[in-house]
């Protein structure tokens, strides 16, 4: 069964430094969302891409957080320089287009640990 | 503002059990729901949703609820099974993204 791959699964960085998440969604599916989790939270998006595109970083913190997704298959998620509270499950996920957009399909996620 | 809530944290449950968890909406726009479910290190994985034109949809042990009038949708599983113990959010498609709830953690007792 195609899966979303995410890498790497846990990171451990101190603040200020610089991080990078990686993410490959199921293939052909056009639209991919990045989310950050808080421990004892649901999921809150934080950019969406249509292909190449973005179409919703209204809760990207763009001061410190940037995302592409170049050729419109993987993407890849920084954060630089890192914060304390930047602490959390990085998940992302993709879909297809139209009706099934409403089921969205999770990689495994990263887990940043700021020290 | 939270316009999904998940106001139970935790349930538990002995196998065999039906699992209630529970899910309020403030939005009365919305029109679609969604339930997750989480293991700890992994991704939430879709297990079933619903339609606002319907109140009831159904798939193996597991049934949601919508009761439009109070907001409020409801997940059941029955009868309930160890492996089921994970986190379970709710969730609602606004504007081309999903909001989701804070998640209730289920455990299910052999």
């Known amino acids: 069964e195609a899966e979303v791959a995410q890498s790497p699964r846990y990171k451990i960085t101190e603040k200020s430094q610089a991080v990078a998440f990686w993410c490959d969604p199921i293939s052909g599916h056009a639209t991919l969302y990045w989310y950050r989790q808080i421990l004892g939270q649901g999921p809150e998006l934080l950019v969406q891409?249509?292909?190449?595109?973005?179409?919703?970083d209204s809760q990207l913190p763009k001061d410190r957080f940037s995302a592409e997704r170049l050729k419109g298959v993987d993407s890849t998620l920084k954060i630089q320089p890192a914060e304390l509270g930047d602490s959390a499950m990085y998940l992302c996920a993709s879909s297809l287009d139209g009706q099934a957009w409403y089921e969205q399909y999770f990689g495994p996620g990263t887990r940043l640990t700021v020290t | 503002d939270q316009q999904v809530k998940q106001n139970s944290p935790s349930l538990s449950v002995q196998e065999g059990r039906i699992s209630i968890l529970n899910c309020d909406y403030t939005n009365s726009m919305f029109d679609y729901f969604l339930w997750y479910k989480k293991y700890p290190a992994e991704g939430p994985t879709f297990l079933i949703s619903i339609s606002s034109i319907k109140d009831k949809n159904e798939d193996g042990r597991f049934t949601v609820f919508l009761n439009k009038s109070a907001k409020h949708l409801s997940l059941h599983i029955v009868p309930s099974q160890p492996g089921d113990s994970a986190v379970y959010f709710c969730a609602a498609p606004q504007g081309g993204k999903l909001i989701f709830g804070q998640g209730t953690e289920l455990s299910v007792k052999p």
């Open positions: 891409f249509q292909d190449e595109s973005v179409v919703d």
